[in-house]
């Protein structure tokens, strides 16, 4: 049975991911200790998540997490996000508010600098396949199996890398064009985990996505490509873990 009183960990997928990313790292979280809750949600227009992704905020993504969290009853979660949720993760902590997080871990995420877009950010090969997708669409088809592979899954075996491609959904263009704004959120205990492998974001990167958020109070490392939750779950369930 889980323990109500400790913190329920939320998992926020990126870009043309939805929650069921999470799934290995939350199985592993699950046999490792059966008492924590996690949910893993859908942002709007992902999974089972309605939304217009033509229209979608980071607003509406983040409502759509506090209302997800409200809904299971969670008074007090740690806040889980990979990639793209860079740009939500610090709206959902802002409404909650700090006494009801009590951590936040951001995972190979995009954090652009107060004010800036998730396309300003971005540096060659990936930006030059954002900006051809947004210029003609407003809403971006899943990356060609080659390229996701080449982008989220590199080191992956087959049946993984499989699993990583049929996984992906469109993705709006909107939220890489909004700028983002984290002049309220509150001071929290922040984890960042790089992935030393990663060619979506080189740990460079990364590093100054660290620089961009600031408050980050502990750096972990650990040796795979971008999609961390599926390449390797044991290991970041152990890290999740030790944090909780």
């Known amino acids: 049975m889980a323990d109500t009183t400790a913190p329920t960990v ?3 997928h990126g870009g043309q991911h939805t929650g069921a990313c999470w799934r290995p790292t939350v199985d592993a979280i699950g046999r490792a200790d059966p008492s924590v809750r996690a949910l893993a949600v859908d942002l709007p227009g992902h999974g089972a998540e309605p939304g217009d992704l033509v229209t979608l905020t ?3 993504c983040v409502r759509s997490v506090v209302r997800q969290i409200d809904a299971v009853g969670a008074s007090r979660v740690v806040l889980v996000g990979h990639s793209m949720a860079g740009i939500t993760l610090p709206g959902v902590a802002t409404q909650l508010g ?3 997080v009590s951590r936040m871990v951001y995972v190979a995420c995009c954090v652009p600098a107060q004010g800036k877009t998730v396309m300003s950010t971005l540096k060659p090969p990936v930006s030059w396949i954002a900006r051809a997708a947004s210029r003609f669409a407003k809403v971006s088809k899943p990356l060609p199996g080659p390229i996701a592979t080449w982008m989220f899954a590199n080191g ?3 049946e993984q890398k499989r699993a990583v491609v049929a996984g992906l959904v469109p993705e709006s263009a909107a939220v890489t064009k ?11 205990p922040t984890t960042w985990i790089i992935t030393l492998r990663d060619r979506s974001l080189r740990p460079g990167r990364q590093r100054a996505f660290i620089a961009n958020l600031g408050n980050v109070d502990e750096v972990l490392e650990i040796d795979t490509c971008h999609d961390a939750m599926i390449s390797e779950p044991e290991q970041l369930a152990q890290m999740l873990l030790a944090r909780l």
């Open 10 to 12: 939320v998992f926020v």
């Open 98 to 100: 700090a006494e009801r």
């Open 178 to 188: 909004e700028a983002v704004d984290r002049s309220r959120m509150p001071d929290l």
């Open 58 to 60: 980071i607003d509406h």
């Open 156 to 158: 992956m075996p087959k």
